[in-house]
T-cell receptor
Framework: NAGVTQTPKFQVLKTGQSMTLQCAQD?????MSWYRQDPGMGLRLIHY???????DQGEVPNGYNVSRSTTEDFPLRLLSAAPSQTSVYFC????????????????FGPGTRLTVL | DQQVKQNSPSLSVQEGRISILNCDYT??????FLWYKKYPAEGPTFLIS?????DKNEDGRFTVFLNKSAKHLSLHIVPSQPGDSAVYFC??????????FGKGTRLHILP
């Protein structure tokens, strides 16, 4: 299994450009999430999905769109890039566990480092 | 409002000694607490968890302690090894809900 894959690894954009960060997982996980990591800010949730066709907003959703047409893929779209979106972006996936006492261990991709000039 | 707080941005510990990383939370409704470890240029990886109904969970060199009355948890690493140098994120989750991460603590293991 490849686990969670993200492309590209690095990207430089100009302000106002749009792009899509790709995320795919081959573990048949229901949950998928996007986080951004900024210095001194930890991991902040952007958007998440509990299954194909279902998405919801996290802590910092503004300026980003997501869709979940398949279980495997969860792309993140930047509609009009801004310098404030310079960050490292992580995609994660996990199973949905209904067992009492269980939690959702998240598997993270390697990240995409985005710079917006 | 920060629900999960890691107040120490960094920590340096001698190799072979005990590393103690601390985490505080504000929401008493969390069901699980988790620790993730992150190396540079890699995604975080799951390390250890604890349910809110327990006060201790041990896995090899790693032990997590939960003090619900103080809304505090800690990760103990004994003995500390050079490969433990990384950023450690504390996280909390309601069952089936979103995971909330702290800002992380960078652990340096000194030779």
């Amino acid at each position: 299994n490849a686990g969670v894959t993200q492309t590209p690894k690095f990207q430089v954009l100009k302000t106002g450009q749009s792009m899509t960060l790709q995320c795919a997982q081959d573990m048949n996980h229901e949950y998928m999430s996007w986080y951004r990591q900024d210095p001194g800010m930890g991991l902040r949730l952007i958007h998440y999905s509990v299954g194909a066709g279902i998405t919801d907003q996290g802590e910092v959703p503004n300026g980003y769109n997501v869709s979940r047409s398949t279980t495997e893929d969860f792309p993140l779209r930047l509609l009009s890039a801004a310098p404030s979106q310079t960050s490292v972006y992580f995609c994660a996936s996990s199973t949905r566990s209904a067992r009492l006492g269980s939690y959702n261990e998240q598997f993270f991709g390697p990240g995409t480092r985005l710079t917006v000039l | 409002d920060q629900q999960v707080k890691q107040n120490s941005p960094s920590l340096s510990v001698q190799e072979g000694r005990i590393s103690i990383l601390n985490c505080d939370y504000t929401n008493s409704m969390f069901d699980y607490f988790l620790w993730y470890k992150k190396y540079p240029a890699e995604g975080p990886t799951f390390l250890i968890s604890i349910s809110s109904i327990k006060d201790k969970n041990e896995d090899g060199r790693f032990t997590v302690f939960l003090n619900k009355s103080a809304k505090h948890l800690s990760l103990h690493i004994v003995p500390s090894q050079p490969g433990d140098s990384a950023v450690y994120f504390c996280a909390a989750q309601k069952r089936g809900g979103k995971i909330i991460f702290g800002k992380g603590t960078r652990l340096h293991i000194l030779p």
